[in-house]
């Protein structure tokens, strides 16, 4: 009680609170949460209750929707976006399926829009249906800095709990005894022993219902045989034995009725009246078993506990059962509930029967038309499960494993894949199969199957090739995607091969995607000055393409750009998708692409860009319910400071689980951070590993570094070829960024003062390139030349640009090479600016804050509430000394 009294008083104070009560059947949560809004939560204050019924778990967002009645009028003033999202969700209006996180942020925007305090209490969350508890969930873990207190009552399923997981558990164990016998004593008949009763309350573990039941239907003599009991029954099996035991003394026709009430779904007491008349029991059956005092018959029917229902089941036979599923699928179906119909139809099938699959599958294609992509998933199993062997089987398996795939639920997935026969599909059926059989390693990241994703993919292009150029363009693009992250792991298909098929595909259609496809060849394939031409068309198609083409794109077009060295246009095809993929609550894609956009910042050297990335991955993870602490970018550590040792560990990992690509990263950054340290025969061989082993736009990417290390390390001959290409593909691109690397680069070589010139050119290009971080190191090198000329002066100009820039950017390594450099000219470096640190999250508010964007804006892109925006500005002003967003635009501009 003190905890959710604390987390009262923090909700009424906007530092919104979640809380999940957990305990056994009886334990008294819903008792315990009356009880506390009772005492501590202000008449005055609002209270939304919402209660999980196991008639609607087959319902997708039926509890969202009955929580959409409470909060009518919010809903109406919601943008419409998140209206729409809501509404098509609950069926409330047609529309594209909305991704479900969209749905989770449409739902956060309403709760966070109420006036006041606001309680929302979900009792029997076990019960709700998976995606209403799904979407609740998400918005537990972004509420902040409203005033809003979420309390979840659930048993300890694990299931359950699993989608909870991120939001605090109080667990409600029993009664101490004092209290226990106190309740005792006040429920049961006279007559037995005070010592006898503390052991009766032992026993039960101090269990509420377990006490209450016992005392309520046993005599003191039958109290004083259960206190010598040495029967380990525990309390939930005692309450369902007491109720099994009012079951088994009723009449037939009132056992009867009383599992028709407790297999229905719909809650409906007409439902019940007439699939009893279609057993032949008449209405007044109904009334002995309501005298049990365990079931309440008005208009709908109501329960003393969920365990009568577990209880009288279990009572019954197998025949009887049967015998009421097929009562209760017509007295359903009579009166319009059809969903209910179905799901007893499919209950009593066991063997197949394609009238009950079709239903199932047809309730199935409305749950994906709402975006309820896991109720999809289960009913198309089921549907496949009475479905005779063949062709309509595997395809509705595949189609089940699909939607288990975009719902995240892995594990299903692969339970579905594993069933599919994939000798007797249809091309097109085959190529979906082996789309999502790639996708399902990549996603729990099997090392096993990892390697071989790509070859997986062409696989799939093939088997689309004859019916669908689109389908086959697209498994061709995630291809390279998969190689761009597999890379020198991948197995059972080469570079060249995967060229070669991108090319055929390209040839199937004309537009932005065979663009693309040609681009990719080219840049596996073909010498660079042949190349340049098809990458740059490939970059400007996709920069031109409208925002639905681009997510097509995925990833594709990032490392075309950086191959024809156009940093500005990899950033702008990054913040564009990130833009689209938050508009429309795609956090899968948004996971991928922060990825993406970190490694880039990286490739810049900008690495405080990419840890603000690489925040956003988390706070991705965090509203999803994954462990944030799992996001760790090597190649990021290298460059912050952390002990090569350590980003090595990190490597060999990465490299075990079949992610080649991202090893080849970690080594190039690696490589950066021994330049930086001057251990430079260390970094030639792990930039020469790069080099030698990278896909193309990585190699290139590092023959300045490698130049660097080369002529650093005594290599003379290897940095001269390694000069000698970056001139080339200066030469061919021509951008500022590969000819200020070139510039810089020759440079080092030049022992004339002839290097004056080249760096300065250098230095100017760069700026040219707004590539910061090699900016900054062509004022390092310069400095550090003039140092050594003993032009100590305008060394010391060169070297405080450069350390300004690196701290600016967090290279740590870097910036600490410029001060020992600064300070061996004879003077010490200014200490950087003392800044009041922010936190992760603030840096992401204050960084788009300073985009100019408003506070609706930047809680959509962070999936944030605007209350909790304007909480973190708040701290951002305070702590930056601050006082409107416009000094936020100037420090952002600057």
């Known amino acids: 009680m003190d905890r959710l009294s604390a987390a009262s008083s923090a909700a009424r104070n906007h530092r919104a609170t979640a809380l999940v009560v957990e305990g056994e059947p009886g334990i008294g949560k819903t008792a315990l949460v009356r009880a506390f809004l009772d005492r501590d939560w202000p008449a005055q204050c609002r209270i939304v209750r919402l209660v999980g019924y196991s008639s609607e778990a087959d319902l997708p967002y039926a509890g969202v929707d009955r929580l959409l009645v409470e909060m009518h009028d919010e809903l109406l003033a919601l943008s419409e976006p998140l ?33 006041g305090p606001l309680a929302c209490v979900i009792d029997d969350a076990h019960l709700l249906d998976d995606a209403s508890l799904a979407i609740l969930a998400f918005v ?45 004593n006040s429920r049961r008949a006279p007559g037995v022993d005070p010592h006898l009763a503390v052991k009766v309350v032992e026993q039960l573990g101090g269990h509420p219902l377990a006490i209450t039941d016992l005392a309520r239907h046993a005599d003191a003599g039958r109290l004083a045989l259960r206190a010598l009991s040495v029967e380990p029954l525990p309390p939930g099996a005692l309450v369902q034995g007491f109720y099994r035991q009012k079951i088994d003394a009723l009449p037939e026709d009132s056992r009867l009725v009383a599992l028709l009430a407790v297999t229905d779904t719909t809650g409906d007491i007409q439902v019940v009246r007439s699939a009893a008349r279609l057993l032949g029991v008449p209405d007044e059956a109904t009334g002995p078993f309501e005298d049990t005092g365990l079931v309440e018959f008005a208009e709908r029917v109501r329960f003393r506990h969920q365990l009568v229902r577990p209880a009288v089941y279990a009572t019954a036979s197998s025949v009887d059962r049967r015998r009421a599923h097929l009562a209760l699928e017509a007295a359903s179906a009579d009166h319009g509930f059809s969903v209910a119909a179905t799901m007893h139809a499919s209950v009593v099938a066991v063997t197949p029967d394609e009238e009950v699959a079709g239903r199932l599958a047809s309730l199935a294609d409305e749950s994906g038309a709402r975006g309820a992509l896991l109720s999809r998933a289960g009913l198309l199993a089921r549907s496949s499960e009475l479905t005779r062997s ?54 729990v990241g099997d090392p096993a199957r990892i390697p071989f994703a790509p070859q997986t993919l062409t696989r799939a292009a093939d088997a689309f090739s004859s019916g669908s150029a689109e389908l086959e363009q697209r498994s061709l693009l995630t291809a390279f995607a998969y190689a761009l992250a597999t890379e020198r792991s991948t197995e059972g298909v080469t570079a060249r091969e995967l ?152 490597a060999s990992t990465i490299l075990s689980t ?237």
């Open 140 to 184: 537990a873990r972004r509420v902040k800095a409203e005033p809003v207190l979420l309390v979840f009552a659930t048993r300890p399923e694990p299931a359950v709990l699993e989608t909870l997981a991120g939001i605090e558990v109080l667990h409600l164990a029993g009664l101490d005894d004092a209290s226990a016998v106190v309740l005792l």
């Open 658 to 894: 079949g992610f080649g690509g991202a090893w080849t990263i970690v080594q190039m950054g690696a490589g950066v951070r021994l330049l930086a340290d001057g251990e430079y025969d260390a970094a030639y061989g792990r930039l020469r590993s790069v080099t030698d082993g990278g896909f193309p736009h990585i190699s290139r990417l590092a023959l300045a570094d490698l130049a660097e290390a080369a002529a650093r390390s005594g290599r003379r001959e290897e940095a001269s070829a390694a000069v000698d290409a970056l001139d080339a593909l200066a030469s061919v691109a021509s951008t500022p960024w590969i000819v200020g690397l070139a510039r810089r680069s020759r440079a080092l070589l030049d022992a004339s003062a002839s290097a004056e010139d080249e760096y300065l050119a250098a230095i100017e290009s760069s700026t040219l390139a707004a590539v910061r971080g090699d900016l900054a190191r062509a004022h390092l090198l310069f400095g550090e030349w003039l140092r050594r000329r003993r032009r100590r002066r305008e060394a010391r100009e060169h070297l405080a640009i450069a350390v300004r820039e690196f701290d600016a950017l967090g290279v740590v390594p870097f910036a600490s090479r410029a001060r020992r450099e600064f300070a061996a000219t004879g003077e010490a470096m200014p200490p950087p600016a003392s800044v009041a640190e922010l936190t992760p999250q603030e840096t992401l508010v204050a960084d788009l804050a300073g985009e100019g964007r408003s506070n609706q804006e930047i809680a959509a892109a962070l999936f944030i509430s605007p209350n909790t925006v304007d909480y973190h500005l708040r701290k951002v002003f305070r702590k930056l000394g601050i006082a409107s967003r416009r000094q936020l635009l100037e420090r952002h501009h600057d």
């Open 83 to 115: 209206r729409h999202a809501l509404t098509v969700a609950t069926g409330r209006a047609a529309g594209d399926p909305p991704d479900r996180f969209q749905i989770g942020a449409a739902l956060l925007s309403l709760l966070g829009s109420a006036e």
């Open 499 to 650: 060229g070669q098929r991108a090319l055929a595909g390209a040839s199937s259609t004309d537009g932005v995607v065979s663009d693309v496809l040609r681009g990719i060849h080219a840049h596996l394939l073909l010498p660079y000055q042949e190349a340049a031409p098809l990458l740059r068309q490939a970059v400007s198609a996709a920069r031109a393409a409208d925002d639905e083409t681009l997510m097509q794109l995925g990833m594709c077009p990032i490392p075309l750009a950086l191959a024809v060295w156009d940093p500005s246009a990899a950033l702008q095809l990054t913040r564009r998708m990130i833009e689209h993929a938050t508009s429309r609550g795609a956090l899968q894609s948004l996971d991928t692409i922060y990825w993406t956009q970190s490694t880039t910042h990286l490739q810049l050297l900008d690495v405080a860009a990419a840890g603000r990335s690489l925040e956003n991955v988390r706070e991705l993870r965090r509203a999803i319910g994954y462990p944030a602490e799992h996001v760790v970018n090597a190649a990021y550590l290298a460059l912050t400071g952390v002990p090569v040792e350590t980003v090595d560990s990190v």
């Open 390 to 443: 063949g062709a309509l089987r595997d395809e509705r398996r595949l189609a089940a494993a699909e939607a288990a795939l975009g719902a995240g639920a892995a594990v299903l997935a692969g339970d579905l894949l594993g069933d599919v026969e994939e000798s007797g599909l249809a091309p097109m059926s085959r190529g979906r199969l082996l789309s999502a059989q790639a996708a399902l390693a990549m996603f």
